[in-house]
Structure formats: C-alpha cells, structure tokens
C-alpha cells in the first residue's frame, strides 16, 4: 500500500519518539515493547493491535540487554515500526512479528552512528571546562538529543515510507510455509533471550535455584509471579542468614 | 578553638534538599543524552552536578578545577548510578569546607578514585539484575498483552519506574548521608557481593519458571508408524513437562558462553525453525 509523504512523517515521528526515549529524552520505561506497542497503537487508531504486538515483541527480545560496553538491538524502534507497518498494511500479526529483526538491527546501527558522532562533544566540552563555562557544558546535552533524535528517525523514515508498499507487496505472495517458518521461529527466540540470562548468571552453585523454579512451573504449574515470590525470598534468607565470612570472596568483579 | 569552630559552621557551606532532589532528577531523567564511544556517560554525570558545583564553588579557580576533575571517564548502569553520585556530593560539600592544602588535594584525588572504584562493580551488578528484574515484569505484563489487554502496558509502566526510579533515589541519598563509609561498608561487608548473590538467586529461580511458560516450542504431531500412533510431546510430558523449551535454552546459553554472538544465535534460530516448521 502506497502512503503519502505527510502521513509518513506522521507516523515515523510517533514511531521515533519511543526509541528516542531510550538516550535522548527521559526513559519512562517507554522502552519496553509492551508499553511502546501500545501506544504507537493508540495513536495510530489502532489500540488492540498495539498491545498484542508489543506483549509478543517483549518475549522476543527479553534479555537482550546492553552488557557493558555493548548497544543492543534496537528493540524500541523494531516494536513501533513493526506496529505502525502491521497496522498501515493491515498484514497478519504473527507475520508482522518477523519485520522486527531487520528493523532491529538497522536501529542499532543508528546508536552507534550516534555514540560515534557524539564523541567530538567531549573534546568540546573539555575545552569548556577549561574556562568554567558550566552553562555551556550543560547545553551541550542538547545536542546529544538531536543527534540521537535523528539517527533514530531516519532509519525509522525509511522502514515506513518505503517498507509499507514493499510489505505489502510480499505479504500478498507470501506461501504458507513462511509464515509457518516465521511463527515457529517467533516461539522460539524467548529462548535466546532466557539463555543469555542464564549464561551471564550461571555458576554450579545456583543450579539448585534454577531448578525449583523450572519445576515448580513446568509440574506443579506454579503462576509466574508466585515463583518470583520464592526466589524472592530465597535471595533474602541467604542476603541475611548466610553469613559473609563463609562464603567465597569476589562476586562482582 | 570552640569560637573558631563556631566561625566555621557560619560559613560552612552545605548542600539542600533541594539541590540534591534536582541532582537526582538530572541523573535519572537524562543519564545517557550524550554517551559515546569515547567517555560515555562523562558528561550527564558533570551535568547532573554542574548546580551543585557552581553553589560550592563561587570562585573560577575551584570551578574550572572542578569541571576539570568530572571530565574524567565514567559509566555505569543508569539505575545505580545513585551510589556513586551519592558520595561525589558528599565529597565535594566536604572539600568545600576545607582550606587549601594536603587533605584537601587528597580528597579531591579521591572522588574519582570512588567513581572508579564503584562503576565496574555496579555496572555488573546492574547488567545481570535489571535483566532479571526487567524479564520478570516484561514477561508478567506480556501475559496480559497477548490476551489484548491493556493491563500489561500499565504494569510494565508502573512497576518499571517503580524499581528504577525506587533504586536510585534509595541508592543515591543513602549514598549522600554515609558517604565514604558507604565504600567502606561494602568492603568490609561484602555488601555488593551479598546484593550480587542474592540477585542472583532471584535471576535463577525466575528464569527457570520463565522457560516453560513463554518458550513456544514443541512437538506436538502425530507419526503414525504402522498403524501405532507416536505422539511425541505427550511422550516427552510423560518424562518431564517442558523439557524441549528447557533444553533449547540450555543450549542456546551453552552456544553463548561460548562466546557466540546473539546475533549468529538468532540466525541459528531462524534455520533451526524452518527445520522445525518444515518437518512437524
């Protein structure tokens, strides 16, 4: 479907600003794809949409988390634009799922545009700092918005000014045997997202814990929260009974 | 020496409520505005202290020094990054106060000794605990989301600022009122070790309930051998329920300790789920 140039600016705006919430602008947990889902929804006219996209969006990319250093995929940006594309082309929802990854990736490569192009603003503010000009040094921060305000929207721009005819387009010839390949692999990518927690929290010791609550889950069907409860308060009889001495030092690095 | 004391505490600056409510509004409102590649969040954390700098120090000499000293490299989780913000303002109130000389340059030495000390740790800390706790609400409010209610974008707005906005506050002016003794607490008690642990454990339990409730995974056809019908997952529930999500995670962690990229991970998911949709 073909959409003129003003309601593509329209919603690339929406779609960016959640994204551009993550550095530019302040992070009210507009993040997270369930919440980002749902209002680029709303805003789009199309609420119920929103809100099933997003809710599928956060168990792909759980975990997926910016470790040290390292920008993750762009998990905002791929939650909006895959909403605002699924509801412009009206193509099935599960299949719309799958636009997130490429979408993803090119949102990443935005933030590293912008941690890169923000560098120089060090350099001048170095030089500020030398003559204690604080309100110049303060005003730069302005510019680190805009920089990740653009590096977000252009991308986003041309995933739904050029995406939506081209989805469109494939959706139409699309074969079963896709969609099928893209729902089995949509069910699947939560187990990246648990594997790489698990990895980054794994120590033999811990096992145990793991344990209880995957039983106490998968056999005795335990709700989710109530086992958060239990780890819950197995972190707190050993954060207070256990005492420090006894046990290994160097935890954290 | 009583008289001089007294002469002291009128001069003695010290620092509001207020500028320290504004202080934390900085840094947990725009934490990350203008990190890059080469000093990261060094900036946002000079800006959120900038106020607080030019009403401790009213002359240049002390400003510039001061501008100077915060330029230095910094970065760290933005939910923790109270703890040492905490301590940077009870340090430079309390080099304020000092006249010029040793302790005075020692301290100044200090406070980014403290910054240094303290981001790595919370940096690790803060990486593998708001994983868990963000995994946790994203899968609670996702629950609801798939059902198409709207519950889950309200749950995951209110409980995520809740825990980010809760630890820093929390971490901040507990950090603000112990000051240093906070870095000696924590080496003396292990205390980050102790808070590392138990998130730990927390982490643990919930990823193992997270697994069979949200991996989308399994073999539920029917293969008829001859007239004998073999259903696989009523099979495998037999043994143990869940167990093709477990050990589709299981080995996805094994790949990545093994130093394999998410990336090439999610590709090896995309191949693998073709295989999958191609042959059940």
């Given at each position: 479907?073909?959409?003129?140039?003003?309601?593509?600016?329209?919603?690339?705006?929406?779609?960016?600003f959640f994204g551009w919430s993550n550095y530019g602008f302040v992070n009210f947990q507009t993040t997270?794809?369930?919440?980002?889902?749902?209002?680029?929804?709303?805003?789009?006219?199309?609420?119920?949409?929103?809100?099933?996209?997003?809710?599928?969006?956060?168990?792909?990319?759980?975990?997926?988390?910016?470790?040290?250093?390292?920008?993750?995929?762009?998990?905002?940006?791929?939650?909006?634009?895959?909403?605002?594309?699924?509801?412009?082309?009206?193509?099935?929802?599960?299949?719309?799922?799958?636009?997130?990854?490429?979408?993803?990736?090119?949102?990443?490569?935005?933030r590293?545009?912008a941690w890169?192009?923000n560098?120089?603003l060090m350099?001048?503010a170095?030089?500020?700092?030398?003559?204690?000009?604080f309100k110049k040094m303060t005003r730069l921060q302005l510019v680190g918005s805009l920089v990740f305000f653009?590096?977000e929207?252009?991308?986003?721009?041309?995933?739904?000014?050029?995406?939506?005819?081209?989805?469109?387009?494939?959706?139409?010839?699309?074969?079963?045997?896709?969609?099928?390949?893209?729902?089995?692999?949509?069910?699947?990518?939560?187990?990246?997202?648990?594997?790489?927690?698990?990895?980054?929290?794994?120590?033999?010791?811990?096992?145990?814990?793991?344990?209880?609550?995957?039983?106490?889950?998968?056999?005795?069907?335990?709700?989710?929260?109530?086992?958060?409860?239990?780890?819950?308060?197995?972190?707190?009889?050993?954060?207070?009974?256990?005492?420090?001495?006894?046990?290994?030092?160097?935890?954290?690095? | 020496?009583?008289?001089?004391?007294?002469?002291?505490?009128?001069?003695?600056?010290?620092?509001?409520?207020?500028?320290l409510t504004r202080t934390f509004v900085k840094f947990t409102f725009f934490p990350m505005v203008t990190i890059n590649?080469?000093r990261f969040q060094t900036l946002q954390y000079f800006c959120a202290v900038s106020h607080i700098l030019?009403?401790?120090?009213?002359?240049?000499?002390?400003?510039?020094?001061?501008?100077?000293?915060h330029m230095?490299?910094f970065n760290t989780t933005p939910e923790w990054m109270g703890?040492p913000m905490?301590?940077t303002?009870?340090?430079?109130?309390?080099?304020?106060?000092?006249?010029?000389?040793?302790?005075?340059?020692?301290?100044?030495?200090?406070?980014?000794?403290?910054?240094?000390?303290?981001?790595?740790?919370?940096?690790?800390?803060?990486?593998?605990?708001?994983?868990?706790?963000?995994?946790?609400?994203?899968?609670?409010?996702?629950?609801?989301?798939?059902?198409?209610?709207?519950?889950?974008?309200?749950?995951?707005?209110?409980?995520?600022n809740?825990?980010y906005f809760?630890i820093g506050y929390?971490?901040f002016?507990?950090?603000?009122?112990?000051?240093?003794?906070?870095?000696?607490?924590?080496?003396?008690?292990?205390?980050?070790?102790?808070?590392?642990?138990?998130?730990?454990?927390?982490?643990?339990?919930?990823?193992?309930?997270?697994?069979?409730?949200?991996?989308?995974?399994?073999?539920?056809?029917?293969?008829?051998?001859?007239?004998?019908?073999?259903?696989?997952?009523?099979?495998?529930?037999?043994?143990?329920?869940?167990?093709?999500?477990?050990?589709?995670?299981?080995?996805?962690?094994?790949?990545?300790?093994?130093?394999?990229?998410?990336?090439?991970?999610?590709?090896?998911?995309?191949?693998?789920?073709?295989?999958?949709?191609?042959?059940?």
């Amino acid at each position: 479907m073909e959409i003129g140039l003003g309601y593509a600016l329209y919603v690339s705006i929406i779609c960016t600003f959640f994204g551009w919430s993550n550095y530019g602008f302040v992070n009210f947990q507009t993040t997270q794809p369930v919440v980002c889902g749902a209002l680029t929804g709303l805003l789009l006219g199309d609420f119920k949409t929103g809100i099933i996209i997003g809710g599928t969006l956060q168990l792909v990319y759980m975990g997926i988390v910016g470790v040290g250093a390292a920008i993750p995929v762009n998990k905002t940006t791929a939650t909006t634009v895959t909403t605002a594309l699924c509801i412009i082309t009206k193509i099935d929802m599960q299949t719309a799922v799958a636009l997130a990854v490429p979408v993803s990736v090119l949102g990443q490569l935005g933030r590293m545009a912008a941690w890169t192009l923000n560098t120089p603003l060090m350099h001048i503010a170095d030089k500020y700092a030398e003559k204690a000009e604080f309100k110049k040094m303060t005003r730069l921060q302005l510019v680190g918005s805009l920089v990740f305000f653009l590096t977000e929207f252009i991308p986003v721009f041309l995933c739904i000014y050029f995406g939506s005819s081209f989805v469109t387009m494939v959706n139409d010839n699309m074969p079963v045997w896709i969609s099928e390949w893209l729902k089995a692999a949509t069910g699947m990518l939560p187990a990246l997202g648990f594997g790489m927690l698990l990895s980054m929290m794994y120590k033999p010791k811990y096992i145990a814990f793991f344990i209880i609550g995957f039983v106490m889950c998968a056999v005795f069907g335990g709700s989710l929260l109530s086992i958060a409860l239990l780890g819950a308060a197995f972190a707190m009889i050993v954060y207070f009974f256990v005492p420090t001495a006894k046990r290994k030092k160097g935890g954290a690095a | 020496m009583s008289e001089r004391n007294i002469e002291g505490m009128e001069n003695q600056k010290t620092l509001t409520k207020k500028d320290l409510t504004r202080t934390f509004v900085k840094f947990t409102f725009f934490p990350m505005v203008t990190i890059n590649y080469e000093r990261f969040q060094t900036l946002q954390y000079f800006c959120a202290v900038s106020h607080i700098l030019e009403k401790l120090y009213p002359n240049e000499e002390d400003r510039i020094a001061a501008a100077k000293r915060h330029m230095a490299f910094f970065n760290t989780t933005p939910e923790w990054m109270g703890f040492p913000m905490g301590i940077t303002c009870a340090q430079e109130e309390q080099i304020a106060n000092l006249e010029k000389g040793e302790e005075r340059t020692a301290l100044e030495e200090s406070v980014n000794t403290v910054k240094a000390s303290l981001m790595g740790p919370l940096a690790g800390i803060g990486d593998s605990l708001d994983a868990t706790i963000h995994a946790i609400i994203g899968a609670l409010s996702a629950g609801f989301a798939l059902n198409g209610s709207f519950i889950g974008a309200a749950l995951a707005l209110i409980l995520g600022n809740a825990y980010y906005f809760g630890i820093g506050y929390y971490s901040f002016m507990y950090s603000y009122k112990n000051g240093m003794k906070v870095i000696r607490d924590m080496n003396k008690t292990g205390l980050l070790d102790k808070i590392m642990e138990a998130a730990t454990i927390l982490g643990m339990t919930a990823v193992g309930a997270l697994i069979p409730s949200w991996v989308g995974f399994n073999l539920a056809t029917n293969i008829d051998i001859g007239g004998y019908v073999l259903n696989i997952q009523a099979e495998l529930d037999n043994i143990i329920p869940g167990l093709a999500p477990l050990a589709l995670t299981v080995f996805l962690a094994w790949l990545y300790k093994k130093n394999i990229s998410s990336l090439k991970l999610v590709a090896f998911i995309f191949v693998f789920a073709l295989v999958f949709s191609l042959v059940f």
